[in-house]
């Protein structure tokens, strides 16, 4: 069965240094998005792409969040300047008719 | 914007017995309500969902009933077994957007053996 798969599975960083997680969507998939989830609380909407650009996010994606989908298989977030409130597992989600979201099995960022 | 709110937020329950979770939504536009499961460390994982022109579904022991007119959804599982036991979230989502959810709290449910 498909999966979205996502690297790395965890990440530790300093505070101020740029990191980018990486998705892999189902192939047939039309649209992506990234949640975060912090430690014990609900996942939250950050983004949402489809055909090549944004197609809506949350206040959370601020000026410091970018996604890019380079080529025709990942799918990118990137965090310019991590802060340690930016500590969270974020999963990458996509879909193939915005229903049914499949996600991945997340990438768990440690700001220090 | 949209807004969930899903209740209780711990529920244990002897095996067998049957658990209930509510949610209530505020934008009457959200028209699609999938219920997500999430064991410890692991993705969520869809595990129900309802359209807003149903009233209720059923698959094996899961069920989710919605009251439109009240904007709440319910997730029901009975013959709950030890395996049930996860953090189980609800979300909401309207037709025509980008097929964003937003989910609530969740509900932690233990199933005790």
């Known amino acids: 069965e498909p999966e979205v798969t996502q690297t790395p599975s965890h990440q530790v960083t300093q505070m101020g240094q740029e990191v980018i997680l990486r998705c892999v969507p189902i192939s047939n998939h039309l649209y992506f998005y990234w949640y975060r989830q912090i430690l014990g609380q609900k996942v939250e909407f950050l983004v949402s792409f489809y055909n090549n650009e944004i197609s809506e996010k949350s206040e959370i994606f601020d000026d410091q969040f970018s996604v890019e989908r380079p080529d025709g298989s990942n799918f990118t977030l990137k965090i310019r300047s991590t802060k340690l409130e930016d500590s969270a597992m974020y999963f990458c989600?996509?879909?193939?008719?915005?229903?049914?979201?499949?996600f991945g099995e997340g990438s768990r960022l440690t700001v220090l | 914007g949209e807004n969930v709110e899903q209740h209780p937020s711990t529920l244990s329950v002897q095996e067998g017995d049957s658990a209930v979770i509510k949610c209530t939504y505020s934008?009457?536009?959200?028209?699609?309500f999938p219920w997500y499961k999430q064991e410890l460390g692991k993705r969520p994982q869809l595990i129900i969902d309802i359209r807003s022109n149903v009233g209720e579904k059923k698959d094996q022991r899961i069920a989710v009933t919605l009251n439109k007119t009240a904007k709440h959804f319910s997730l029901h599982i009975t013959e709950t077994q030890p395996e049930d036991s996860a953090v189980y979230f609800c979300a909401a989502s309207s037709l025509g957007n980008t097929g964003k959810l937003i989910f609530g709290q969740g509900t932690t449910l233990q199933v005790k053996p």
């Open positions: 989600a996509s879909s193939q008719e915005r229903r049914e979201l499949f």
């Open positions: 934008d009457s536009a959200s028209n699609y």
